[in-house]
């Protein structure tokens, strides 16, 4: 096939955009300021760089309707990691190693860019599923950062190694003490694995290395998404694991990477959001050194609710990640700030037997430090009904340590809720909670836990609550709510 393919379906797909976006942008539930696609479906963040000074994130993408398709990539484009504007599609299957004729699973999966002599570079999986090999690595590159163009050395990894399962996917390339490398999902012997390539000088060549780090059994079956990157002093692993046919939540392992042997040596294991919605999260490095993380916020098998409304899927707030005390920390990036309208503030008092009232509306983001007290816990409720009929259930309890999401009565989503185990120690709890549409991120004392949940309550179940759980005592020491501005422009109706 050629480039003319390619193009076809490129423009057909930026014709869906034009034509389908200006209803979606008007959708009850449309995000208020996580980015979401213009329309249908949304999954893996890709690609996710700095170039010319201007943050492009792409992503997993099928804007033929709101279900995982043949996938191509989609690209928005920031200049503060904030206000994103849509970009014409970027990937599209064209190739016999990313076009199927024979079944609907082919197409560019997930993958990574690098900027490489002022170009930009995206390394994706070319996925087939009746090829052998199914999965390869593919090059596509750009000179002005919006039209790409497949390699003609595709694949540029031809296959799996010797002795790997056929899941063969999801390189990021990265770089280590001046040297490039790529970290390639893996599965072997039904355990998951992180395969490491080394680079050569020229971007077509990658020389295998080895299995960076592998499963000992409990860590998954498949691990998708691998990253790794330099934090404080040590490095880090990432990956979003598979147990079989099931997703579940990405880790961390913090620890150190032997270039020579390949090896990476863990010393801790993290679960980096302790909430259903967050999975195959990618990083990047911005120019002022910041490591930026973004993940899908939603998960496989969850029920798709705003699909009515022609959409997707969407993207965590990217969270400037640090390292503390061996543990990888997470908050919101600083320039989120920057949609904040006037807060309120309530007034400090202890509650006892008693709840504090208040209202969020839709998208806020909202500061709540809770002090001591006698009670057992504090609950805390958002986008709650007047009559508790909907709400978003947050336990903090110190005495257990662990923090609790109770999604039962959160709208016509799923009702599944997590717990996260989270040391609160005896000082004061500081919670940051940002809510939009049909989402709700909670960040524990400066990102120590987050908790990522996708939600589906009324628009008009807009109340807020805090309140002691059984007898005793809780002090709310500052509760702010900040009215988040939209991101986004809706189309006029
Ligand atoms: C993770 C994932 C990747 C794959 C992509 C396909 O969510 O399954 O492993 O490349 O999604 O859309």
Redesign the pocket.
């Known amino acids: 096939m050629a480039e003319a393919t390619m193009r076809a379906a490129l423009a057909a797909a930026d014709a869906e955009i034009a034509r389908r976006s200006p209803e979606v942008s008007r959708g009850p539930r449309r995000l208020r300021y996580h980015l979401m696609p213009a329309t249908g479906w949304m999954?893996?963040p890709n690609g996710f760089v700095q170039f010319r000074g201007e943050f492009h994130l792409f992503f997993?993408f099928w804007p033929f309707g709101a279900e995982?398709g043949t996938?191509h990539w989609g690209h928005a484009i920031s200049p503060d990691l904030v206000h994103w504007r849509t970009a014409p599609t970027a990937l599209a299957p064209s190739e016999e190693y990313d076009y199927g004729e024979s079944s609907a699973s082919y197409?560019c999966?997930?993958?990574s860019a690098v900027v490489v002599e002022d170009e930009l570079v995206l390394m994706?999986?070319g996925?087939v599923y009746e090829r052998e090999p199914m999965q390869t690595q593919c090059l596509a590159v750009s000179e002005d950062g919006l039209t790409f163009h497949k390699h003609p050395a595709n694949p540029v990894i031809p296959g799996p190694p010797a002795g790997g399962g056929i899941?063969f996917?999801?390189p990021k390339v990265v770089e280590h003490g001046g040297q490039r490398y790529a970290v390639v999902?893996a599965s072997a012997r039904g355990r998951g694995r992180a395969l490491l390539y080394r680079g050569g000088d020229d971007i077509t060549e990658w020389t295998y290395v080895g299995a960076l780090a592998e499963s000992t059994g409990p860590e998954g079956t498949?691990w998708?998404?691998p990253d790794l990157f330099p934090l404080g002093d040590r490095c880090v692993l990432l990956v979003?694991p598979?147990h079989g046919v099931l997703?579940t939540a990405p880790f961390v392992q913090v620890g150190d990477l032997d270039t020579e042997s390949g090896r990476f040596t863990a010393a801790q294991t993290q679960v980096l959001d302790g909430g259903i919605d967050f999975?195959?999260p990618q990083t990047m490095v911005d120019a002022a050194g910041r490591r930026i993380l973004v993940a899908?916020m939603q998960q496989?098998h969850q029920r798709n609710v705003t699909a009515v409304e022609g959409w997707a899927g969407a993207m965590t707030v990217p969270r400037e990640l640090t390292l503390v005390e061996g543990r990888v920390r997470q908050r919101p990036v600083v320039e989120l700030e920057a949609l904040r309208g006037e807060p309120t503030h309530l007034a400090p008092r202890v509650l006892e037997g008693e709840t504090l009232d208040a209202e969020s509306g839709i998208a806020a983001d909202v500061r709540i430090v809770l002090g001591g007290g006698t009670a057992r816990a504090a609950r805390i409720g958002v986008r709650a009904s007047v009559d508790r009929g909907e709400q978003t259930v947050f336990v903090i309890d110190r005495a257990e340590g662990r923090v609790v999401c109770d999604r039962s009565l959160s709208g016509v989503g799923d009702a599944t809720g997590s717990v996260i185990d989270v040391d609160l120690g005896s000082d004061p709890i500081e919670l940051r909670l940002l809510l939009d549409a049909c989402s709700v991120e909670l960040f524990v004392n400066d990102g120590v836990a987050a908790m990522t949940h996708r939600i589906y309550p009324a628009e008009s179940s807009t109340g807020l609550f805090i309140e002691p759980i059984g007898s005793g005592t809780l002090e709310v020491l500052e509760c702010t709510i900040w009215p988040m501005a939209s991101a986004f422009e809706v189309a006029p109706g």
């Open positions: 999954n893996d997993q995982h996938m197409g999966y997930s993958g994706y999986t996925h899941d996917r999801d999902g498949m998708e998404c979003s598979m997703n999975y195959a899908w496989w």
